[in-house]
């Protein structure tokens, strides 16, 4: 299991960098769990002429009800927020960047200096033993990372947790984006 408490925990302090969690909304779930119980019962009447399509109807609506429900639990987590950076009022999203075992001493420079330009000639991999865990605005106008590395069972913090705006959040946003 990944232990990603660390930088989240750092996260919910972060108000200095105008960072704020916000608790997530369950309108979507909710909204999905009436539609599917609408159809359900649609499906389950005999308004619809045909049984076959009825029976499909009644099975399409119980999966989408039990997918609404399912999510509605998860929304309903008391951890379950999401970060917001205020002035723009955009969405953190999370990744998981695996990062090639030759780039982590490039990778480490970057962090040290905070200076992302040459971010972009490093290599992603599948799977590595570096893992970088970062929270990006969609803009690009600021990003939250941190630097972890396997160590037997879980991900362990390899570096402090970074915030990183303007052209070199772009730039990190960039190397997320590439293939």
């Known amino acids: 299991m ?16 105008d960072i704020v969690s916000q608790k997530k909304s ?27 399509l009825g029976m499909t109807v009644l099975s399409i609506g119980a999966i989408i009800a039990v997918c609404g429900l399912i999510k509605l639990v998860l929304v309903c987590q008391k951890d379950a927020v999401d970060y917001i950076y205020a002035p ?14 030759n780039d982590r001493l490039k990778m480490d420079k970057c962090i040290e200096s905070n200076d992302f330009s040459k971010i972009k000639t490093m290599d992603k991999e599948n799977s590595s033993n570096n893992m970088l865990h970062v929270y990006a605005a969609e803009d690009g106008e600021i990003v939250v990372l941190q630097l972890l590395e396997y160590v037997p069972h879980f991900f362990e913090p390899a570096s402090a947790v970074v915030v990183v705006r303007g052209g070199e959040a772009r730039n990190i946003l960039e190397f997320i984006n590439q293939k």
């Open 2 to 17: 990944e232990d990603f408490g660390k930088i989240e925990n750092k996260i919910k302090s972060m108000s200095e960098y």
């Open 26 to 52: 369950p309108v979507a779930a909710i909204g999905l769990t009436v539609v599917g119980v609408a159809l359900a019962v649609l499906g389950s009447t005999k308004i619809i002429g045909s049984d076959i």
């Open 88 to 101: 723009t009022q955009k969405k953190l999203k999370p990744h998981k960047i695996y990062i090639n075992a």
